[in-house]
Structure formats: C-alpha cells, structure tokens
C-alpha cells in the first residue's frame, strides 16, 4: 500500500511513522512533510492547500490512501476534491467539517441533538449591541470566539465583562480574524477538567482511540496564553469505564447519528474536546482530524496495523474492535522556541536528537524544524520538537520523555516540567 500524508507538523511526523510501521505500506510520501517524515518515507515539495497539485500527485504516485493532518484543508474541503476524482482519502467531507470549521454550526448541532455543551448565543458581525447586551446580560466570566477557523487563536475564556468586550472588539470590530469573525459565539464557562476523545469512524461505526489530554497554556500549572498544545499523555485516568460509556453514549454517537440525519455522513478523525464537569461530560469543541500534540502519544498506543484501520474507515467495515489499543501508557514533552506563542526566533541548531533516542521507547518527533545544509536540523517554527516515551505506566513514560529532553539541545528550548502531573493526581486517587 501506498500512502500520502499531507502535512508538516508533529501530528504528520507521528502519523507518518506509524503506517511505516505497518507491514502492509510500501511507501510513505508527506505533503510538504518536515525533517522527522523525510526520515520515515520520502517528502514532496507540495503545499498542504494546493489541492490541484495534491491530486495529481496521488495519481502520479498511484496512492492508495491519503491522510490528511491539518484542520484547513479538510474544512476547504479536500475530500470532496479527492473523491471526486475516485482517490481514497481519509477525512470529512467539507460540509461535515464544519463540526470544526463553524463553531456556530457546531453549536447549533449540538442543541439540535441534544448533545452536552455550554449555553450560547450566535451574533453576526452586524449585531454588535445584541452581542454587547448579550455580554452584559450572562456576565463573566465567560467564553468569546470568533465564529470560522482562526489557527487557534479566536477563542478567548474572559475572567471579567472588560476582557469580554475586548474579544468582542478584537473580532468584530478590529476583524483580527477577518471573516473568521463574520459571526461571534457567546459561550457559558465551563469549569472541570478537559479531556480529548478521538474516535476514527466510517460514518456509522467507530472505534475508540486511547483518551488522552493535552496542555494548552504555555506556564507551568495552566498559566499564560494558550499554545497548540504542550505536551500530552495517555491514556487519561480521569476517564473511567462508565465515564467512557458515557461519552459514547451521549457524545459520539448522538454525533455520527446527527450528521447522517443531516445528509452530511461524519466519516474520518472524530475529534472531542470535552470538559469532565461535575454535571457530566460536555464539549467544549470538535475537531476533524488527530490532535498535536495528542497524535503522538495516541498513535504509538495503537497495536492494530493503522493502514488496514484506515483502509476499514473507507470500505465502511470499521466494527468494533478493528483497533486494538496497548496496554502501555505515552507521554509527550513539548519543545518550544523561547517566546512562543507570541515572538520568538528561528534558526538555531538542534543537537542531541540520538541521544535523546537512545533512552528506552523514546522517539523525538518533528514539528518546527527543518535542515540547513546536508546534516544540520534547526529550529523553524514554535513547537520545534516532541519528545514522546512509551511506558508500562503513565510515570514510567514521563520519566522517559523528560530523560529525552535533557539529551536534545537548542537556543531558546522551553518546555513545561509539569506535563502529566493532572493525570498523576488521578492514579493517585485511584485505589
Ligand atoms: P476552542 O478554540 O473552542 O478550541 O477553545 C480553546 C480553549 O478555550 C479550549 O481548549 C478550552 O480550554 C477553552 N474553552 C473554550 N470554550 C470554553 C467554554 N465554553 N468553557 C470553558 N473553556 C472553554
Ligand atoms: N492539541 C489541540 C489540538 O490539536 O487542537
């Protein structure tokens, strides 16, 4: 089999080395890919949103699957193009990724279906004063968010009624996010812990990825701005059987029963982003592709051969039990450039990536950066590197990424020293 992943981050990196693995891939080629893919398969300088390029590519290449990392692509719909052209590609259709691309839509659906979310309300950019009395009338804190894909940063969770009408005028009035911000969602705060639930599904059946969690701010115990993500673990202790159930039960599957009622069959990465409430789970967001950082610790905790998972996804044959999930546990340590995700500089040399690969089940996964020259790797983008660790338990792989860490040497390397803490509290609780 032969696989095109398109993309360039670590979720692609990660993504990239787990079909290798698989016995049944001949190739791996990654759109435009990044230093760590080069080394797994081969990359192709092609742009992740050049879709003309990209299915001629997958002709020429006689790709038998295609992956798609990225959110952007697949809420521009690149598995329409692909099918159009008889390519198998694994994603959601452009109408079903407005799960991720509208957060207006997905809030919609949610209330359609009864699905546990956050109270809201929709404004366009036109309703400026009922999104301002709407404000006042809920109070902080609260929850402003530009409506359309804004990479991250058109979320914004405001302790006060002043910071609130700030977010209101960064995206309505000053269009920070252009026409993300065509429509703004007003959202409760929800309190709790957050959890992501990934599930891979064919638009009828699914199969459950190991739960994992991620740390989006920047700071030490939660502080600061928020990142793409700082480092992740799995599985996550917070979640237990009947927890799990009943996020199947009143998430998941109100979700894939919901599309298709709605003509727009969810088939591809099921993202949840859900908070751990004292009334229940709830989501906070749906994304239509793997997580990044929770990609690298979700995959090397699949025992089953992901291509053949994958080539289920789109024969419609993903039953239950198609994946089979390890045992062991996975911890991921984030790599930044001092100063993200504000400024930072790029451009200093990595050391210790083997050394770091010697230490036992550890393997350094590639975000930002690229090489200059023949053998040099530099740093090229915020999240430089993950350091992920397998383990027989959660402080066995965190031991391990941390050991990573200490080997791999750059200017400017920042990491948080907490990654996992939340869900060493759980194991403790747990008798
Ligand atoms: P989003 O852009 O929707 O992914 O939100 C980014 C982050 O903001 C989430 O990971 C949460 O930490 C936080 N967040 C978003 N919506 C809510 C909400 N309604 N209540 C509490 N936190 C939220
Ligand atoms: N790590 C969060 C995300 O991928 O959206």
């Known amino acids: 089999m032969r696989i095109l992943v398109i993309g360039s981050g670590g979720r692609e990196h990660a993504l990239a080395k787990a079909l290798?693995?698989?016995?049944?891939?001949?190739?791996v080629l990654t759109a435009p890919g990044n230093?760590?893919?080069?080394?797994?398969?081969?990359?192709?300088?092609?742009?992740?949103m050049d879709f003309d390029a990209l299915v001629s590519l997958a002709q020429e290449k006689s790709i038998d699957i295609t992956v798609v990392g990225p959110e952007k692509p697949l809420v521009h719909g690149i598995?329409?193009?692909?099918?159009?052209?008889?390519?198998?590609?694994?994603?959601?259709?452009?109408?079903?990724?407005?799960?991720?691309g509208s957060k207006a839509f997905a809030d919609r659906f949610m209330a359609r279906h009864d699905i546990p979310t956050a109270s809201f309300h929709v404004f366009g950019a036109d309703e400026y004063e009922d999104a301002s009395d709407a404000l006042d009338a809920t109070g902080a804190p609260i929850v402003v968010k530009a409506?359309?894909?804004?990479?991250?940063?058109?979320?914004?969770?405001?302790?006060?009624?002043?910071?609130?009408?700030?977010?209101?005028?960064?995206?309505?009035?000053?269009?920070?996010?252009?026409?993300?911000?065509?429509?703004?969602?007003?959202?409760?705060?929800m309190e709790g812990e957050e959890v992501s639930v990934?599930?891979?599904?064919?638009?009828?059946?699914?199969?459950?990825?190991?739960?994992?969690?991620?740390?989006?701010?920047?700071?030490?115990?939660?502080?600061?701005?928020?990142t793409g993500g700082m480092g992740a673990f799995a599985p996550a202790p917070i979640l237990d059987g009947p927890l799990l159930t009943r996020i199947c039960r009143e998430i998941i599957e109100p979700t894939l029963s919901g599309m298709q009622e709605e003509g727009a069959p969810y088939r591809g990465v099921l993202y949840c982003g859900l908070m751990i409430t004292a009334d229940g789970p709830?989501?906070?967001?749906?994304?239509?592709?793997?997580?990044?950082?929770?990609?690298?610790?979700?995959?090397?905790?699949?025992?089953?051969?992901?291509?053949?998972?994958f080539q289920k996804l789109l024969?419609?044959?993903?039953?239950?039990?198609?994946?089979?999930?390890?045992?062991?546990?996975?911890a991921c340590v984030v790599l930044a450039s001092d100063g993200y995700p504000i400024e930072y500089e790029t451009g200093f040399e990595i050391t210790g990536i083997e050394a770091a690969e010697q230490v036992p089940d550890v393997s350094v996964i590639h975000a930002g950066t690229e090489y200059a020259g023949d053998e040099t790797i530099v740093t090229a983008g915020g999240r430089v590197l993950g350091v992920t660790a397998l383990g027989p338990t959660l402080p066995d792989a965190l031991d391990r990424a941390y050991e990573g860490v200490d080997h791999v040497h750059f200017d400017g390397k920042t990491y948080r020293q907490d990654i996992g803490e939340k869900g060493l509290t759980h194991l403790e609780d747990t008798p």
């Not at 990934?198 to 190991?210: K, M």
């Not at 969690?213 to 700071?219: A, L, R, S, T, Y």
């Open 315 to 330: 024969t419609g044959d993903l039953a239950e039990g198609s994946l089979r999930a390890s045992s062991e546990a996975a």
């Open 198 to 226: 990934l599930a891979l599904t064919d638009g009828t059946h699914y199969v459950l990825l190991t739960p994992s969690q991620d740390h989006k701010p920047i700071g030490e115990g939660g502080t600061g701005p928020n």
């Open 147 to 189: 409506d359309g894909l804004a990479g991250g940063k058109g979320s914004f969770v405001c302790a006060t009624r002043e910071e609130a009408q700030e977010a209101l005028d960064q995206i309505v009035q000053d269009r920070a996010f252009g026409t993300a911000g065509d429509r703004v969602v007003i959202e409760e705060k």
């Open 79 to 100: 598995v329409d193009r692909f099918e159009a052209e008889g390519l198998p590609i694994v994603g959601p259709t452009q109408a079903a990724a407005r799960l991720e």
């Open 282 to 309: 709830k989501v906070v967001e749906f994304n239509c592709r793997l997580g990044d950082p929770e990609a690298q610790v979700i995959l090397p905790l699949v025992d089953s051969d992901l291509a053949a998972v």
């Open 35 to 48: 230093p760590g893919t080069a080394q797994v398969g081969e990359n192709v300088d092609v742009a992740a």
């Open 20 to 27: 290798a693995d698989s016995s049944q891939v001949t190739a």
